[in-house]
């Protein structure tokens, strides 16, 4: 293979692993854009999304098969059951801390996260689980590089989500409110917003995007297991920061970029695929020193 | 002079208290009273307990080391550290490298590993420190998970497999060798370290935590450095971590970077919020929970930590100060 065909395999492995970080990330970011708390749990809500996905799949792949017919109502099911299960966790952990001081807050986020990922590795003895299905290996062939019709329609499923996000966020009442509350809560239930049923509706659209890319893991790489969602919930933390947070369409760019950097870093002589998440974390903690904001987030004058 | 309570009485040694109840109340010679039975009662320990449980009440001392560390910036500070772990590994493997493959001394790699920690968190904090406090918890999480994968990378450390063979060590000729001597070492260490966070917290730089802690902006316009402060906090924090590393590597004789983990991490904040943050007997019963939880309820296999995480969360719902929190004035 020439270095033309690397950078182009390299290009297609990049975009499949950055559009999973950006939908990661889009959880993140709508959450913390509209009530400023940082979801630790949101990268073992991408877990359960996958786990999730798995029950349903093997009941499911009886009736219609774990074709693509198959993985799409898994995926519509899953979202709806994890949509659901994110909007608990926030009425059960997150209403009664948000008048708490940050570090409680932080740490209550923290246990969620323990208690979703412990139980999970209590219901699968920490093994991995094989996500079954008949997808197969076709695909094309652009140029020397291969692609698989899985890849494509991956990729293609999650840039139509952010689609429709960013359609809902813009054009819809919904969407406006959102968008309100982040600016000002308290104008917001003033105007007579129901506030809590926008922020509940919020958690259920970003954990929902984060099943939905628990799932396409799933499908894409062919295991789950039950600390999956650690190593992506940090990095898809990553993404959002580098689109600046808060920002949807800079979680979105910030997620491909990511995945970007980290498929054609892992490129770069003397840094293989060991360091990878070296070179993540540590465009991370360049990023938060130097420019805190992001690439399009919002400059804000807040105490440090 | 009839009721001794309504009296101010500033006599330590209570000879006007005619014992009863009133002696009780004195705090100070109570308190004395109370560290010296239960320093006491630790001292004695081994004569009773075989080794199964010397080994539990060695890995207590041992936690009680890290969590006061930790306790230092979480609980002193205010500010949330989600990779304490990096500073335990960065003593255990200068130990470790020092010993088993320089032949250095154990007790000279305790200088060494004090120096290293501390420039561990001198390079993770300074930049950091100016973040808000839900960036800086990802910063930290992010040096964490740095120093491990640094640590499985490199050839020096041993990679994945880690190090083995790490010599333990001689004093005055005698070897520490037994689970018996491990735990003295250990308990020493802890008092040690009791010690250290008690005259930390009432001393200067301690009353500075606490203010940056409640308002930063009041304790700027009063003359602290902020960011100093902090520093100081996150390079002292570093040292209680690296110092347990270095006894840890010693008793252990091996290290892996799998010990290293974020879990590890989470677990060590979790002693400290589980007894109260920024209060040393609340910490140690947190460190004392976070050892025997798992040890009591053994039977319950891999169901434990799921029961663990739920308490912490019901804990931090009904009591988000801990179990025994700090006084607020």
């Known amino acids: 293979m020439s270095i033309q065909d690397i950078l182009l395999q390299q290009l297609a492995n990049g975009l499949i692993l950055g559009s999973f970080y950006a939908l990661v990330a889009l959880g993140y970011t709508m959450v913390y854009g509209i009530i400023k708390l940082l979801n630790f749990a949101h990268g073992d809500l991408y877990m359960l999304g996958s786990f999730v996905g798995f029950i349903i799949l093997s009941f499911l792949s009886d009736y219609i098969g774990s074709g693509w017919a198959g993985i799409l109502c898994t995926m519509v099911l899953s979202m709806i059951v994890v949509g659901f299960l994110g909007v608990l966790i926030q009425r059960i952990a997150y209403v009664p801390m948000l008048s708490a001081p940050r570090l409680s807050i932080l740490i209550t986020a923290l246990a969620v996260s323990m208690v979703l990922y412990n139980t999970v590795m209590a219901f699968t003895d920490g093994q991995y689980l094989a996500f079954k299905t008949d997808l197969g290996f076709e695909g094309i062939e652009l140029g020397n590089v291969f692609v ?63 099943a939905a890319a628990g799932i396409m893991a799933g499908t894409y790489y062919g295991s789950i297991h039950f600390f999956m969602g650690f190593v992506i919930g940090l990095k898809a933390f990553t993404a959002a920061v580098i689109g600046g947070i808060g920002s949807i369409p800079g979680a979105m760019l910030g997620g491909l970029l990511l995945g970007l950097l980290e498929s054609f870093g892992t490129q770069i002589p003397f840094i293989g695929t060991e360091w990878k998440d070296v070179f993540s974390f540590g465009i991370l903690i360049l990023l938060l020193v130097f420019k805190p904001t992001g690439i399009l987030g919002k400059t804000e004058i807040e105490r440090m | 002079m009839v009721n001794p309570i309504n009296t101010p009485s500033t006599d330590i040694s209570g000879q006007d208290n005619p014992g009863g109840l009133s002696g009780w109340l004195q705090p100070q010679k109570n308190r004395m009273f109370i560290l010296m039975t239960l320093a006491a009662i630790a001292m004695f320990i081994p004569l009773v307990s075989n080794n199964y449980g010397l080994e539990i ?25 989600l990779g304490y772990a990096a500073f335990f590994a960065v003593g255990a493997y200068t130990t470790g490298i020092l010993t088993s493959q320089f032949g250095v001394n154990f007790w000279l790699t305790i200088p060494v590993a004090v120096c290293v920690s501390a420039c561990a968190g001198f390079i993770i904090g300074g930049p950091t420190l100016r973040l808000r406090s839900d960036y800086l918890a990802i910063v930290t999480l992010g040096f964490g998970e740095i120093v491990r994968l640094i640590a499985r990378n490199l050839e020096i450390t041993g990679g994945a497999s880690g190090l083995i063979g790490i010599e333990r060590p001689t004093i005055f000729g005698f070897q520490l060798s037994q689970i018996v001597h491990f735990y003295y070492v250990f308990l020493i ?29 009041a304790a700027e316009a009063m003359g602290i450095n902020r960011v100093a402060v902090k520093l100081y906090a996150y390079v002292i924090g570093a040292i209680f971590g690296g110092v347990a590393g270095c006894f840890f590597a010693a008793k252990m004789t091996a290290i892996s970077p799998e010990t290293f983990m974020f879990q590890q991490s989470v677990l060590i904040l979790l002693g400290v919020v589980l007894g109260g943050m920024g209060k040393i007997p609340g910490v140690i019963i947190g460190a004392f929970a976070l050892v025997l939880f798992p040890e009591v309820f053994r039977d319950l296999g891999s169901m434990r930590m799921l029961v663990f995480a739920i308490v912490m969360l019901i804990i931090m719902l009904y009591r988000p100060e801990g179990i025994w929190p700090a006084k607020k004035s």
């Open chain 1, 148 to 210: 698989t019709y899985t890849q494509l329609i991956l990729v293609g499923a999650s840039i139509s989500l952010m689609i429709v996000l960013q359609l809902f966020v813009h054009k819809t009442l919904y969407g406006k409110a959102m968008r309100a509350i982040a600016i000002d809560q308290d104008a917001c239930r003033l105007m007579g917003i129901n506030v809590n049923k926008i922020i509940a509706l919020t958690f259920f659209i970003g954990t929902s995007l984060a």
């Open chain 2, 57 to 81: 009440m060695t890995n207590v001392w041992f936690y009680v080391v890290l969590c006061l560390g930790l306790n230092i910036v979480v609980g002193y500070a205010g500010l949330l550290d």
């Open chain 2, 189 to 217: 260490l802890a008092i040690l370290a009791c010690f250290v966070s008690y005259r930390l917290q009432h001393s200067r730089l301690g009353r500075a935590w606490q203010y940056v802690r409640e308002d930063e902006d």
